[in-house]
């Protein structure tokens, strides 16, 4: 793929923790992830609570220091780069938090929190100049230019994520991770703020990592998608080719879980057995085989076991032992 934007090769991020009984435990929060974004595209990251899917997302843009791997966005090698390099390369590459009320310094009025970045690069000429800015992001991200004088706690869940947009397109970035951006808001503002995000990246042309747990959500506002477990990729393919033919147990699971709209369409629900493993203790061979249901009908094969299945084209990125069945 040589459009990418966005490359990452054997990117690991462990993290080490105090057990309550168990002494230092080394958790495995994203092991071995490859993958790559192309300009101008939106992938999804999907996948249950605690499966790595931020820890990625956030080690992509280095707030969390991977433990090993390469990042490389824009051309830009960002694991070689030292923190005052990392801080300039920051105009790049933005995120959206997924909790508007814990993302935004409740002593700082809107408009300085926007102003911030832009003071930081140097951007948009003089103070005037970067308040004028500051006026047109409020606009465009659907506020009244007077919000810039108010502090954050003086505003709803739905509009404090619009500001938090508006603060990290103010260094009009290139790449945005999405960390789960509408999970914390009331239904009704959901549409509203996925439909300003698909608005924005056409416009800006932006290229997107959608993390999400809403797998109708990431249907509407994605390309592609990966879908992680114990900090893995274990499928990646086209959103459309994924719902229409989804190879990996789980993510058959996953998809099976999805309310369909429609009385006359019945659909059959996966339930996975057991409890996601720790990943500071995951399972030898294929970490998905104890609550695997392909599993579990062919006998407990060894192969699921003791071997880790790598991903493989059939027909799209998938790891696992019996995809040549599933397909």
């Not at 793929?1 to 495995?28: C, D, I």
């Not at 879980?257 to 409890?275: H, N, Y």
Request: a neutral charge; glycine letters at 6%.
């Amino acid at each position: 793929m040589n459009n990418a934007l966005v490359s990452v090769e054997n990117l690991t991020k462990h993290y080490r923790r105090e057990g309550a009984f168990s002494g230092t435990e080394l958790v495995r929060a994203v092991e071995d992830v490859s993958l790559e974004i192309q300009a101008g595209e939106t992938l999804g990251l999907v996948g249950e609570s605690g499966c790595g899917k931020s820890t990625l997302g956030r080690a992509i843009l280095r707030l969390h220091e991977p433990t090993s791997g390469r990042i490389t966005i824009d051309g830009v090698d960002v694991t070689a780069l030292d923190a005052r390099q990392l801080r300039a390369f920051r105009r790049r590459a933005q995120i959206v938090f997924q909790d508007p009320y814990a993302s935004l310094n409740p002593r700082m009025t809107v408009g300085d929190a926007i102003l911030e970045p832009l003071e930081i690069h140097q951007l948009h000429g003089d103070k005037a100049g970067r308040r004028a800015r500051v006026n047109q992001l409020l606009e465009r991200v659907g506020l009244r230019p007077d919000a810039a004088s108010r502090y954050p706690h003086e505003f709803s869940g739905g509009q404090r994520q619009r500001i938090g947009i508006a603060r990290a397109l103010a260094v009009e970035p290139k790449f945005l991770v999405a960390d789960e951006p509408i999970s914390a808001l009331d239904v009704s503002i959901q549409a509203q703020i996925v439909n300003l995000l698909v608005e924005l990246q056409a416009e800006a042309k932006l290229t997107y990592l959608f993390v999400s747990h809403d797998l109708k959500i990431v249907r509407h506002v994605c390309d592609r998608v990966a879908v992680m477990y114990l900090g893995r990729i274990v499928e990646e393919a086209p959103v459309d080719a994924l719902y229409a033919g989804a190879l990996h147990p789980y993510t058959q699971a996953l998809l099976s879980a999805v309310p369909i709209p429609d009385p006359e369409r019945k659909s059959t629900r996966i339930v996975l057995t057991g409890d996601v493993p720790s990943p500071s203790a995951p399972p030898p061979g294929c970490a998905f085989h104890p609550r695997c249901p392909t599993y579990t009908v062919k006998g407990s094969p060894e192969v699921c076991r003791t071997q880790r299945p790598s991903l493989t084209d059939a027909p799209h990125r998938v790891a696992c032992h019996f995809a040549d069945v599933l397909a």
